[in-house]
């Protein structure tokens, strides 16, 4: 039985589709990758005792971090900071202890290599407690 060269076979058919179907596989894993990576959920400023600033992890070593936005602690923000945000991890270990605002962004997803929370903290700056009255003085 022969074949004219103009007919494909369904094996030529699967492979054509296949490639088709891996090609777009690879395109729509890229855009996810980059939707996640370039675009924020949120953006935001929060402010808070600095409590804890550690870097933890086995495989991959991310910096993680804990506010406590009350008086008595109950109300913890965590947040972690990029490995590349070198000054932000100086600016927090010197803060560490005392009233902070932290500006952060808060992404869609966050992936093992990036950090356990989804909130990354972009710049520190040290603040004034309101809960921390300044000394008045008495000879008035």
């Known amino acids: 039985m022969e074949t004219s060269p103009n007919k494909t076979t369904f094996a030529q058919k699967v492979a054509k589709y296949f490639k088709r179907f891996l090609f777009f596989l690879i395109l729509a894993v890229f855009a996810f990758f980059t939707v996640i990576y370039y675009v924020p959920y949120s953006e935001g400023f929060r402010s808070g005792e600095l409590i804890k600033i550690s870097r933890k992890g086995v495989v991959f070593k991310t910096w993680e971090g804990e506010m406590s936005q009350g008086i008595s602690g109950a109300q913890i923000f965590k947040f972690s900071?990029?490995?590349?945000?070198?000054?932000?991890?100086?600016?927090?270990?010197?803060?560490?202890?005392?009233?902070?605002?932290?500006?952060?962004?808060?992404?869609?997803?966050?992936?093992?290599?990036?950090?356990?929370?989804?909130?990354?903290?972009?710049?520190?700056?040290?603040?004034?407690?309101?809960?921390?009255?300044?000394?008045?003085?008495?000879?008035?």
């Open 81 to 140: 900071i990029a490995n590349k945000e070198k000054q932000v991890v100086a600016d927090l270990e010197k803060y560490q202890g005392k009233y902070v605002k932290l500006t952060y962004v808060e992404r869609y997803r966050a992936f093992s290599w990036w950090g356990d929370t989804r909130y990354f903290v972009t710049h520190v700056e040290e603040e004034d407690s309101p809960f921390v009255r300044p000394k008045q003085n008495s000879e008035q």
